[in-house]
């Protein structure tokens, strides 16, 4: 069965400074690996997919199969990146990370 | 198309009683899927569908929880003698096949 890991429930940093959010997963397959984003009183929606390897609003990420993680990075973090963050293997989700950036 | 919709956004019931959650997806998507979010955690799977077959169930979901997607359009997610932990935001997505999910508002259930 997969199972996903987020094992940072928050994450405070500085306006400017690089952000990384972790993602681990466990799964025996190919796997599907999905970063998705929610802005206060918003649904749930796609930043990104590992498959299309493409940046979207600066943030990338990674596959890594020999450490099976998908962890999320963006160089230089802005205030309206403030939100709450979930990896996803489908139809799997991990519990999430809050992200804050301070100004 | 105006996106996934679900009905009601909101529902208040006793303990004890039945509850029905309908889930509309996007025309051309062939997967939907259910899920269950508590305050400060992530989307926690319950079941989903490819067409009218229902793929996977998780072990989590008691018997309580039916879902049911007849004719490979709707969705419908029933629980039966609701507790108060089921107090939660109900959450239907679709997609198509190993593509992104697109997300409804979801169904804020309150057992009282």
């Known amino acids: 069965a997969q199972r996903v890991t987020q094992p940072e429930k928050l994450l405070s940093v500085f306006k400017g400074a690089p952000v990384e959010l972790k993602c681990n997963y466990s799964?025996?397959?190919?796997?599907?690996l999905f970063w998705y984003v929610q802005y206060s009183r918003q649904r749930l929606q796609l930043l990104l997919r590992?498959?299309s390897r493409e940046s979207i609003k600066g943030f990338t990420a990674d596959l890594n199969k020999g450490e099976t993680s998908f962890h999320l990075k963006k160089p230089f973090a802005q205030e309206e990146d403030s939100a709450m963050y979930y990896c996803?293997?489908?139809?799997?989700f991990g519990k999430g990370t809050k992200l804050t950036v301070n100004p | 198309d105006t996106g996934v919709s679900q009905d009601p956004r909101h529902k208040i019931t006793k303990r004890g009683q039945n509850v029905t959650f309908r889930c509309d997806p996007i025309?051309?998507?062939?997967?939907l899927y259910w899920y269950r979010q508590t305050l400060g955690q992530g989307p926690e799977f319950l079941t989903y569908?490819?067409?009218?077959?229902?793929?996977?169930k998780s072990r989590l979901l008691s018997d309580r929880f039916s879902a049911e997607r007849p004719k490979g359009s709707f969705s419908t997610l029933e629980i039966q003698r609701t507790e108060q932990g089921d107090s939660a935001m109900y959450l239907c997505?679709?997609?198509?096949?190993?593509?992104?999910?697109?997300f409804g508002p979801g169904t804020r259930l309150t057992v009282l």
């Open positions: 997505a679709s997609s198509l096949p190993l593509l992104e999910q697109f």
């Open positions: 799964y025996s397959g190919s796997p599907e």
């Open positions: 590992h498959i």
């Open positions: 996803a293997l489908d139809p799997v």
């Open positions: 025309s051309e998507h062939n997967r």
């Open positions: 569908f490819q067409n009218e077959a229902q793929l996977e």
